[in-house]
Nanobody, 120 residues
């Protein structure tokens, strides 16, 4: 069993930065692929970035060059550094633990979500 708790969301102006953090409980954290998803009102929940246990990283095209995902297996955390934020990045961001890669990622555990709002 893995429990995930996100933090770091908030309100920021376009062009600004935010850093999201996800703290995980459980002794098997290092074996999971960790991912960040987001869901805007009226839209599907989509993957933003993933980091596998072997260090492989995936980003969806819309955030490449702006977002950076990182994990610390010693601390059981996964972070998402978000720079050059745009209004279209506004969404609830969710941390997830699971397996698979890219659009084939299969989530097993979810956090409760944290709101990110980017004003124009």
């Amino acid at each position: 069993q893995v429990q995930l708790v996100e933090s770091g969301g908030g309100l920021v102006q376009a062009g600004g930065s935010l850093r999201l953090s996800c703290a995980a409980s459980g002794r098997t954290f290092s074996s999971y692929t960790m991912a960040w998803f987001r869901q805007a009102p009226g839209k599907y929940r989509d993957v933003v970035a993933e980091v596998e246990s072997n260090g492989y990283i995936y980003y969806t095209d819309s955030v490449k060059g702006r977002f950076t995902i990182s994990r610390d297996n010693a601390k059981n955390t996964v972070d998402l550094q978000m720079n050059s934020l745009k209004p279209e990045d506004t969404a609830v961001y969710y941390c997830s633990a699971g397996s698979g890669r890219g659009t084939y990622f299969s989530p097993r555990y979810w956090g409760q979500g944290t709101q990110v709002t980017v004003s124009s």
